[in-house]
């Protein structure tokens, strides 16, 4: 017989889940705090996938997506085991705030130590209880504060794993992106745990397109590693593609934004994405695009000052008409598709 999964000092026995508490550093006001981890410990082995998500605090689609993904009833069929982390940064959730008490970016500061700041203890205790007991892992972002992001996967895509993995969650963009020091995707990869990084939306925002995509992508991605059995829909998932450069167009001017291009457009060199008015003379500057590609990141805030970043360009191979025409069609069909509810 299986054996049962321990963690945080709690057993639970094969076919069973669990609601685990980490007790977490309080406040200063000595309010208590705890990191809530949900854990399916399937019937049957497998993998052991991590599935987090506000691990900057403001960053919110990914609560809902792990909400939704622990909601699906597949799940009773689960092979190995899911340990689903829907809030890694409470401090940052308080506040809504991206960043710790300390001002520290909790992903930046992994591994971590159990006697450093209080974001270097925060890591450590992410990763020795959870990210250590782990084969997998996928963990859910959004773009930062007035920026919002296509929904997009990014990884070691160098990594054969990574890759397979990437390809099945069903985005249409994928970006091949180097480790960060201090990151939990690079602390992740130092213990050989291949990670994928989901980005889409903006934070403090619900975005239903990225939600979706990500509850399904989840599902995808367990799918391919024969923790869930295959889906009764057929579906053609089609081909992503893989940027392995993306550069960011900057405001040339300080003053109020216009943005002309979408999010997701195809765009090319010498294109105007948008314009920069300056209030007090009336001059407008033109925004234009410095290379050929797909919009997968936009700024949503009017005000700008000169050099902040306005569009994330994701440069291809080939022809990138293509890419934008898959990118149109997958937003058209999230946008439909009705809240992952599975058999």
């Known amino acids: 017989m299986r054996a049962a999964f321990e963690i945080a000092g709690r057993q639970i026995e094969p076919g069973r889940r669990a609601l685990v508490d980490l007790e977490m550093p309080r406040l200063s006001s000595h309010t208590a705090l705890s990191m809530p981890v949900h854990v399916i410990h399937g019937r049957r082995d497998g993998p052991t996938l991590f599935v987090c998500a506000a691990v900057h605090g403001d960053e919110l689609n990914g609560v809902e997506i792990i909400r939704r993904v622990l909601k699906t009833r597949t799940l009773q069929r689960l092979r190995g085991t899911l340990i689903a982390v829907p809030v890694v940064n409470a401090y940052g959730l308080i506040h809504e705030s991206r960043y710790l008490p300390d001002r520290r970016d909790l992903n930046r500061s992994f591994p971590g130590s159990d006697e450093g700041s209080l974001a270097a203890r925060l890591a450590n205790l992410f990763l020795e209880e959870i990210v250590r007991r782990c084969s ?32 099945a969650f069903g985005v249409p963009v994928l970006l091949n992106s180097s480790l960060r020091d201090g990151s939990l995707r690079a602390a992740a990869g130092e213990l050989g745990i291949p990670t994928l990084l989901y980005e ?9 397109v990225s939600i979706r995509a990500g509850t399904q992508g ?111 069609d997958f937003q058209a069909n999230h946008a439909e598709d009705e809240v992952v509810s599975e058999d």
């Open 200 to 208: 889409a939306g903006e934070a403090l925002r619900f975005d239903e």
């Open 218 to 328: 989840v599902l995808n991605v367990m799918r391919a590693l024969d923790m869930l059995p295959p889906t009764r829909r057929k579906t053609t998932r089609p081909e992503p593609f893989i940027s392995r450069r993306s550069l960011w167009v900057r405001a040339p001017e300080s003053g109020m934004l216009g943005t002309v291009v979408r999010l997701g457009a195809q765009v090319t060199r010498g294109e105007t994405l948008g314009y920069v008015d300056d209030a007090y003379s009336g001059r407008r500057e033109s925004i234009v695009s410095t290379s050929d590609g797909v919009v997968i990141g936009r700024l949503e805030r009017p005000l700008v000052h000169e050099g902040d970043a306005v569009y994330h360009i994701a440069r291809f191979k080939g022809d990138v008409s293509e890419v934008a025409g898959k990118v149109e």
């Open 136 to 167: 997998h892992g996928i963990d859910l972002h959004t773009g930062a504060m007035h920026r919002t992001n296509l929904p997009q996967i990014r990884g070691n895509l160098d990594d054969p794993e990574s890759l397979r993995l990437a390809r």
